[in-house]
């Protein structure tokens, strides 16, 4: 337990805070940040309990790696990154099978409309329709609050191409929601 | 000069975005204002639906569990003493300090919403109305102008989520109908400050702000006026998922 503490999480040292101390603030950063990461997660699997059990596996994993994490400013981010190579894995592991995403959309947006209003349920749906590689970067955008490079930085593109696929994915967006486009440029 | 196109281009890639050279463009372009406006609200509604409702063991961490587990390869009444501290550890953490643990969920709820303090323009009673209306509240007219709202999920519950326009800038405030306070507390985490106040029979709300500088006296101040701008409806406050 020493370890954890002496390399000095959030650039504190063993000298300023006991192992008590540097447990409970690494436990309350999580705590906080888990919700958004388990709703990153659900956009980018569609399913609420393999986001579950991936968000689980990603704190642990967190958890035994958190002398890497030297700033806690950063914590977001080094979370997020943990939780995509966390899906990644069980994505390879799994092999998930394929279905049709007109049924998958259907499917969740039964689930999702429940105590919602109409119009987040059609969202909602419109934004499962988008490709995975124009989704990603909305919901990491919108929903973490992103910056362009950022989101450059977690997908290994330039910015240019995290702005291009940000414009496609609002553009799509839009057109499956049923928005007024005739003022958009096209793409 | 940019062109109405490009301009366009950048906004649907980053409607929050405040590069001078869109504002400039902004400011000379009524066209552009106008779509921009619709860029703006459509994103409002993005932001919302990408909020989908987390389930309440959203709030349950892993790792007591996990630790006592590879602890008992060791020896099996290590583990369970390890065990037994650690949750006599977080147990007494979240019962002993249940306030900083809700200023840092109204800390985390703030970084998941940046779209909350971009706006200035008060909305109209129209936007701001269903919110409102949600939560069995209503504004006093000579309250702050609100420049955002929305009803968001907060550990579980819907809850407004407003930033009102004071003159020391943006402030957030959550009412927090289900969190019940004996007694203000004030935090400061993350670059935020505020404060959290009760409010007998409709739990507490939250105020806080993120301008430097701001003071805890001011903070109090703030907070003190809107929850005296609230008028809470007849019936206690209950707000249906």
């Known amino acids: 337990m020493t370890s954890i503490l002496s390399t000095g999480f959030a650039g504190l040292t063993l000298d300023r805070v006991s192992a008590k101390q540097g447990r409970a603030r690494f436990q309350a950063l999580c705590l906080a940040l888990r919700p958004d990461l388990l709703r990153f997660a659900f956009w980018l699997c569609h399913d609420h309990a393999l986001a579950e059990d991936v968000v689980q596996e990603s704190m642990l994993r967190a958890w035994k790696a958190q002398d890497s994490l030297e700033d806690e400013k950063a914590a977001k981010p080094w979370l997020v990154t943990i939780v995509r190579r966390e899906l990644a894995r069980t994505f390879e592991r799994k092999r998930l099978n394929t279905v049709n995403i007109d049924d998958l959309v259907e499917l969740e947006d039964t689930s999702l409309a429940a105590g919602d209003q109409t119009d987040l349920a059609e969202m909602r749906a419109a934004i499962f329709k988008l490709p995975q590689e124009y989704r990603e970067p909305l919901v990491m955008q919108s929903l973490l609050g992103y910056s362009t490079a950022e989101i450059a930085r977690e997908l290994h593109l330039s910015q240019s191409a995290v702005l291009s696929r940000l414009f496609r994915a609002r553009h799509q967006l839009r057109a499956l929601c049923g928005e007024d486009m005739s003022e958009d440029p096209q793409e | ?241």
């Open chain 2, 1 to 241: 000069m940019m062109h109405h196109e490009q301009y366009r281009r950048a906004v649907l890639a980053n409607p929050l975005g405040n590069d001078p050279e869109l504002e400039a463009h902004r400011a000379h372009c009524e066209e552009c204002r106008t779509f921009t406006g619709g860029v703006l609200a459509f994103e409002h509604r993005l932001v919302r639906a990408l909020r989908v409702t987390t389930p309440y063991s959203a709030r349950i961490l892993p790792f007591g569990s996990r630790t006592a587990v590879r602890h008992a390869k060791g020896g099996r009444w290590l583990a369970l003493a390890a065990s037994t501290a650690i949750a006599f550890v977080v147990a007494a953490g979240i019962w002993l300090t249940p306030r900083s643990s809700l200023a840092a969920d109204v800390v985390a709820h703030m970084a998941g919403e940046p779209a909350a303090w971009k706006g200035h323009a008060a909305l109209s009673a129209g936007e701001l109305a269903p919110v409102l209306k949600r939560a069995n509240m209503t504004l006093d007219p000579k309250a702050p102008s609100v420049s955002y709202a929305n009803s968001c999920d907060f550990r579980g519950q819907i809850v407004p989520h407003l930033v009102v326009q004071s003159p020391r800038g943006p402030v957030t405030v959550m009412v927090l109908i289900h969190e019940s306070v004996s007694k203000a507390s004030q935090f400061d985490e993350q670059g935020y400050r505020g404060t959290i106040l009760p409010v007998p029979q409709h739990g507490s709300i939250a105020v806080l702000m993120k301008e430097p500088g701001t003071t805890a006296a001011e903070i109090d101040a703030i907070a003190a006026q809107v929850r005296s701008a609230i008028v809470w409806g007849s019936s206690r406050s209950v707000i249906e998922r």
